[in-house]
């Protein structure tokens, strides 16, 4: 059953100009060190770092404004393995919320087209 659905669009270029800005103030403040390697090696990283941005946001929605408290950006984070799907790790204090909240499975979709990153999270119980 569905209990949970966040989705969250991210301009790009947003993105881009607040990387130029903060660089790895703001790289490193959002993102873990698997997402930034994948991102970095990507030919436009902006585009990837948006996406998963979407996909931190939309987690953070599909969760609800009271149990999206306190969970840290950089404790979420999207895998890609190689042949399979995006979906969402998790580790310290969020990771024990997420097993607390009921959710068993997370479904997460990404895509990104014509300077727009997207994102969608559903829990299921």
């Known amino acids: 059953m569905v209990y949970g ?3 969250d669009l991210v301009d ?3 993105m881009e100009r607040v990387i130029k800005r903060w660089g790895d103030r703001f790289i ?3 993102f873990t060190p698997g997402e930034v390697d994948y991102c970095q090696k990507k030919r436009t990283p ?4 948006a996406v998963r941005f979407a ?6 929605k599909a969760l609800g404004r009271a149990q999206g408290r306190g969970i840290r950006w950089r404790e979420v984070e999207v895998v890609r393995k190689r042949g399979e799907p995006p979906s969402l790790g998790f580790s310290g ?4 919320r997420i097993k607390n909240s009921g959710a068993k499975r997370i479904l997460l979709s990404l895509s990104h087209e014509a300077g727009i990153g997207i994102a969608t999270v559903i829990l299921e119980s």
């Open 46 to 49: 902006a585009v990837h770092y």
């Open 93 to 96: 204090a969020t990771e024990i």
């Open 5 to 7: 659905i966040g989705i």
């Open 55 to 60: 996909a931190k946001e939309s987690l953070f």
């Open 28 to 30: 490193h403040k959002i």
């Open 12 to 14: 790009t270029t947003r």
